[in-house]
């Protein structure tokens, strides 16, 4: 087997065993949600005026599929729309009590997802930090770039 093949056989199985972890050692309750619902509720609840525009821009996605998404999770009680009293055109979301435990949790997950893989990348030396680094930017830039050729 090529090395090539090794390697794409190496990813698969890194993000199914991330998969796994997740599900043995997390809280269920983000479970049900996926991962862009689970990011955009992160969003809504770090930005400052969260709208589509702002959300769309921060997830790399466009406007019209955050905004289908915000509907999916304005229907399940996660978010709410709100106004200001200023500009009563602009419509922003918040997150409700629901949404602000999905957001809690959401980040106690990947905090504790950065120090238990921080620890294992400290094993290596800067160097190999960075070949790996730079590996994985242009990997995501030519999967980017898939997933583009095949929306259109």
């Known amino acids: 087997m090529r090395r090539q093949e090794q390697l794409l056989k190496e990813i698969s199985l890194m993000l199914e065993r991330q998969d796994m972890l997740s599900k043995l050692t997390e809280n269920q309750c983000l479970d049900e949600y996926g991962y862009s619902e689970t990011h955009c509720i992160d969003y809504i609840g770090r930005l400052e005026l969260p709208n589509v525009t702002k959300v769309a821009e921060h997830m790399g996605m466009t406007r019209g599929a955050i905004s289908k998404m915000t509907k999916k999770l304005l229907a399940k009680g996660l978010i709410e729309k709100y106004t200001l009293e200023t500009n009563k055109k602009e419509i922003y979301f918040r997150l409700t009590g629901q949404g602000q435990l999905l957001f809690d949790e959401h980040e106690k997950r990947h905090k504790r997802w950065e ?10 030396s800067s160097e190999e930090v960075e070949t790996v680094y730079k590996f994985m930017q242009e990997f995501n830039v030519y999967l980017e770039t898939q997933i583009e050729a095949i929306a259109e």
């Open 115 to 124: 120090k238990r893989d921080m620890e294992f990348l400290s094993r290596y």
